[in-house]
């Protein structure tokens, strides 16, 4: 049976999209990267060929045949983000395949050592495309002393003998785009691309890689590397282009997102399915408050979001603002303006980790406990939409769950390009 | 406490192959010798070193890349295996190294002073690279004097060379102070090559020397012109020509090693004592020393 190439994945390999907790974009990332996970499952594939750019290699082009790396990776750079364990199972033959067809050609080596150092971008990429090691793996290393036209072509090596090996394979690249990093410590938070010339042209590269126009983007990715310095000169891309013969298929690469001053694509399927069907995907925020009953904070399907009925919780304490109970925790009093602000605060994190914002809410549905507060409310919703106007009704109810005076949900918009 | 000082420096290149082909205890990859040149100027460097009775020897390696900041390993101990991910085959070699954190921190402070960002890896189950394992064994086989490595930061590679290169001027000059504020008498390595291409594909058995040769010619003319610059004790004429040679001859010094340890002796006029040069699969490598006079040493 022929084998086939059934995706193509672009993932960024740094341990910072492990930490959603910590930064709104990487948080996307984490999400996007994630959510692959379970379209590579359902594309029922025998093995992930995984090219890492933080596996750099001197004597061609390295693959991995251990059977069974594993061990705890603590990274050089950002060893304080946590540990990497890892445990892959490798497909032994298959890199011994690409090994031997591309040892006709160029340098290469198959690699095979006890406490060989896994890389990086290689465990953060199948920690995230492969989280219970189910799928078999053969890592790629990035030769250092490969150009496009190379990398290219040993993309098209190894899809040559994917295609006779008769497996169903994903490709996926762990690499970043522009690769200006930061240079001293930031806050998490505050993180975003370092400098805006790089960001126009990352968005520029996905936009042409969104619109399934890989000759394009090949193109113009001499100019993109002349003016941002990117990872292993976008050598993952050429070999990922490398290795779809199609070249001009659809793509559905999603937004750029900061991380860590560099731009990294937020997990996109760029080829292989050619089907933009959308999936519902559920989002809790690790942000806001945890859900009290069983539902997800929003769901999300297409560029459409569904916020869930939120109520004012300060998400560390936990507690209503505001709210005054007595001995037997009765309500004795609660501050309308202090719940309208934190409920707005809550769905604010919520949007912006479902990657949509205040300004790209399309409806609002308020429930007020007491029509009375009208007016309060009214004021501090209007410190939160000053130029946006959403639609919007509100409504008196009989009763809200637990001690709230107001509950909203809303419906949004993503942001598109970030 | 009496004030430390810097007793030497050496550039001191980390090829795994010369470990290799010393087949020393600490290696599980046996070799049938090679890059005796090397192997043999390093001795040199060993006897040296063991007459400078150093309390600590500072390394700066280019495979310890940092992105933010400079590092400094600051784990009283480090032991494990460490198998170079680029030469496997040659390296996977048992180390166990004690570390000068007292003067980790005292770096940390003076490079903080200088307003460059600084920071103490504490991590116990860090991996240290090779480059360091590889300098500090052919420096110190024994492993018995305590050592502090320091990361190369990378900013020479995302700044621009000049900038990248004042941060390790920077560096050197918080190194000096810490290492008199420790009070001890310390040496201080750059482990870098000089030209650094390489050839992609090696001979089989690695160690074929009737194979070995420097990648290019003007590869070759850069490495002796530079080296003839240290050895004459032209610090100015070689800091000028620095730039030119990192872009030609695709030098690691770029990573700053050099410009650091240079830094720190003080941009010594002393010349500096060429104990070899050799090549490994392709890249220029040069083992060199610098004793401070006692007036630079102030």
Known sequence: ?418 | MAKGSIVAGFLAPHPPHLVYAENPPQNRVKSQGGWETLRWAYEACRESVRALRPDVILVHSPHWTTIVGHHFVAVPKLKGRSVDPIFPHLFQYDFEMTVDTALAELCREEAEREGLTAKLMTHPGFRIDYGTIVSLHMLNPKWDIPVLPVSANNSPYFCSLETGQEQMVKLGRATARAIERRGVRAVVVASNTLSHLHFSEEPNPPEDMSKEHVQSFAQYQWDMKVIELMREGKIDELIAVLPQFINEAFAEVRSGGLMWMLSALGFPRTRAKLHGYGTVIGTGNAVMEWIPSDEERQ
């Not at chain 1, 080596?109 to 990086?120: C, G, L």
């Not at chain 1, 890989?214 to 003016?227: H, I, L």
């Not at chain 1, 999603?254 to 995907?281: F, H, P, Q, V």
């Open chain 1, 1 to 418: 049976m022929k084998g086939q190439i059934l995706a193509g994945v672009w993932v960024p390999g740094l341990p910072h999209v492990l930490r959603p907790e910590r930064n709104a974009g990487w948080a996307t990332l984490y999400r996007g990267i994630s959510g692959l996970e379970s379209k590579i499952s359902a594309l029922k594939p025998d093995v992930i060929v995984l090219y890492s750019t933080q596996w750099v290699s001197v004597l061609g082009t390295s693959f991995q045949i251990q059977p069974n790396p594993k061990g705890v990776h603590v990274d050089e750079n950002w060893y304080d983000l946590g540990d990497l364990p890892f445990d892959f199972k490798t497909d032994v033959g298959i890199g011994a395949r690409f090994a031997a067809s591309i040892g006709e050609r160029m340098p290469t080596k198959a690699v095979n050592y006890e406490e060989f150092p896994i890389d990086t971008g290689s465990i953060v990429a199948m920690r995230l495309l492969n989280a219970e090691a189910k799928l078999p793996v053969s890592i790629v290393s990035s030769w250092v002393y490969a150009d496009a036209a190379k990398s290219g072509e040993l993309g098209r090596i190894m899809r040559e003998t994917i295609l006779s090996s008769g497996k169903r394979v994903v490709v996926a690249a762990s690499s970043l785009l522009s690769a200006r990093y930061f240079t001293h410590e930031i806050d998490p938070v505050a993180d975003r691309v370092s400098s805006l010339e790089d960001d126009a042209w990352n968005r520029k590269f996905l936009g042409l890689l969104e619109s399934g126009n890989f000759d394009a983007a090949a193109s113009q990715a001499v100019q993109y590397a002349k003016s941002s310095p990117l990872d292993m000169q976008l050598n993952a891309f050429h070999w990922l282009r490398g290795g779809d013969g199609r070249r001009s298929s659809s793509g559905t690469c999603d937004r750029l997102r900061a991380n860590l001053g560099n731009g990294g694509c937020r997990g996109g399927i760029l080829y292989g399915t050619r089907s933009r069907k959308m999936k519902l995907e559920t989002i809790n925020s690790p942000r806001a408050p945890f859900p009290l009953g069983n539902y997800s904070h929003a769901v999300a399907y297409g560029d459409l979001v569904f916020i869930s009925g939120i109520a004012a919780r300060d998400p560390k304490t936990n507690q209503v603002p505001g709210l005054k109970l007595d001995a037997d925790g009765k309500k004795i009093g609660y501050d309308i303006r202090a719940e309208t602000r934190s409920t707005l605060e809550n769905i604010r994190t919520i949007l912006e980790d479902a990657g949509s914002d205040l300004e790209h809410v399309i409806e609002v549905n308020t429930y007020l406990l007491e029509m009375k507060d009208f007016g309060a409310y009214n004021e501090v919703y209007a410190e939160f939409f000053a130029r946006h106007k959403p639609a919007r009704t509100t409504i008196g109810v009989a009763s809200l769950p637990g001690h709230i005076a107001i509950e909203m949900k809303m419906v949004a918009v993503r942001k598109r390009n970030g």
